[in-house]
């Protein structure tokens, strides 16, 4: 293939830039998501928006380099004894992960693109003032919407997204200086360290995602124990306004039961990465890494009390499940004569549960006695008898993304009934809003970023590091079948880096 453009070292130097302005973005955005009371307001919306939109155009700079130049940046998946072209190049036998990452790529601009029509092609617009629909002309066979405001609002959110999602994976894959160099003078065992050690820059943004988690699980016990109605202290809400329905910086304990939930396995397959590794004397002692991996531990301890201590009863359901789930594969992976570690395991989900109860127990009790899950769903199971009508008037292109809480009021059989902004069941609503179309295709490609470990060279990764993504992912996933885990930036964001960091992984290794 013939590229227009050499490669100097200015553009060289323009490509590392690029990938230092990611790092430190993407950073941005992790701290600032759930601090921003879990990105729920339109200014801290957009402001992720933005950042995800600064992302994608520094992704496209990289790539155009690679493009023009043939610069083939070192990554995670090349063998050493070929020169593999850019996994979004040409290539006439391409490897199951480039296969994938094209499918994937496909398949996430059939989506962005669906948001975009059904936007563009509304049927309808709804007015607030007079809440009432305002129609339009548009083309029944192609994608459409009842509330074009709502589907625009759901496009932009989306397609930064999307392009955070391929950024962060592009980062990802990339090698450090400090690994080429390793690479290039083959000190050491290579092979035993890539298998015993993450990547820098996975490990450096899990590390990030855990301080973070860790000092957001403080603040809100310290809150929770203060009996503040006061978000962060300072910030009133107009729903919720009781400090039990709350916990730390979101205004619905649910959501933060689900933040915590989505973080606390991966920071966990981290730690006991770290914690293998410290065992063979693999990697350096330094900020983050191996040398402080007991601070992860307690982070990650703290975040994993926190559903329970929020007082969410699922939330609380999926913590337990997924504690258990971790103790059985950690102690599953470890050698017969590791007595001491396997106590050390036993004893850590002791002490969270333990700790969880002694604090959590008195608000979340009342909760569970009182009926437990099934009670707390019957008023929800009204709504979903209520809402699926719009599932099957809708049922190909659904009534358009976003739009579920303009149209819910045409279907509520007395004006007096309950009008929720979100349904509290995000795959009813997805298939609402989205269709059964565009509902196969967020499943379709969802399946894509699973099955790469299994098949695709990337960044070799254990299989308990994978089950520990999985439970987190699936625990979220769980979740959305009772409230609504998508409906809320913060949370959908994390949701996506980790599939991005799952999209790296693999079972394989570069020969």
Not at 135 to 156: E, G, I, K, R, T
Not at 336 to 354: D, Q, R, S
Request: aromatic share 14%.
């Amino acid at each position: 293939m013939l590229h227009p453009l050499s490669l100097s070292l200015r553009t060289l130097r323009l490509y590392r830039i690029c990938d230092v302005v990611s790092e430190n973005v993407l950073y941005l955005m992790v701290l600032f998501s759930p601090w921003a009371f879990g990105t729920t307001q339109p200014w801290s919306i957009w402001t992720m928006n933005l950042a995800g939109y600064s992302l994608g155009l520094l992704f496209i700079v990289k790539l155009v380099i690679r493009i023009l130049t043939g610069y083939h940046n070192p990554r995670w998946g090349r063998r050493r004894d070929e020169s593999l072209i850019d996994e979004l190049g040409d290539d006439d036998k391409a490897s199951a992960g480039q296969f994938l990452t094209r499918l994937l790529a496909a398949l996430t601009m059939l989506l962005i693109g669906y948001c975009f029509v059904s936007a563009l092609n509304s049927r309808s617009t709804y007015n607030p003032e007079v809440t009432s629909l305002e129609y339009h002309s548009f083309v029944s066979w192609l994608p459409h919407s009842y509330d074009s405001a709502s589907s625009w609002q759901a496009f932009c959110n989306y397609l930064a997204m999307a392009l955070s999602f391929w950024a962060v994976r592009d980062w990802l894959i990339g090698k450090t200086l400090n690994e080429e160099r390793d690479e290039r003078s083959q000190l050491g065992d290579p092979h035993r360290r890539r298998e015993s050690l993450l990547p820098e820059r996975l490990r450096r943004l899990l590390w990030v995602l855990t301080i973070n988690g860790g000092l957001l699980g403080v603040e809100g016990l310290v809150q929770r124990m203060d009996g503040t109605p006061l978000l962060l202290f300072f910030q009133p809400t107009h729903e919720n306004r009781e400090a039990l329905y709350q916990f730390g910086p979101y205004a619905y304990r649910s959501n933060a039961a689900q933040y915590f939930n989505l973080l606390w396995p991966a920071s966990l397959g981290l730690w006991w990465s770290l914690e293998r590794a410290a065992r063979r004397k693999v990697g350096s002692r330094d900020a983050f890494g191996i040398g402080s991996r007991h601070f992860l531990l307690v982070c990650t301890m703290i975040m994993a009390a926190c559903p329970i201590i929020s007082a969410s009863r699922i939330g609380a359901a999926v913590a337990i499940v997924n504690l258990v789930l971790a103790s059985v594969v950690l102690l599953a992976v470890q050698p017969k004569e590791h007595v001491k570690t396997k106590v050390a395991v036993a004893a850590g989900l002791a002490v969270v549960l333990g700790f969880s109860a002694l604090i959590g127990w008195g608000d979340l009790g009342p909760r569970v006695s009182a009926g437990g899950l099934e009670s707390g769903l019957q008023g929800r199971n009204q709504i979903y008898d209520m809402a699926r009508p719009m599932a099957d008037d809708c049922a190909l292109f659904g009534t358009g993304p976003g739009t579920f809480g303009p149209l819910f009021q045409l279907y509520r059989p007395d004006p007096e009934e309950y009008w929720p902004a979100q349904l509290h069941n995000d795959w009813l609503e997805t298939l609402i809003t989205f269709g059964w179309l565009g509902s196969a295709i967020i499943v379709f490609a969802f399946c894509v970023v699973l099955s790469h470990w299994f098949v695709a060279r990337g960044i070799p990764a254990k299989a308990y590091l994978i089950v520990l993504f999985w439970a987190a992912l699936g625990g979220c996933l769980f979740y959305a079948r009772y409230d609504f885990p998508f409906q809320i930036y913060s949370v959908i964001f994390l949701f996506f880096l980790l599939c991005a960091a799952l999209f790296t992984l693999s079972h394989k290794r570069a020969s």
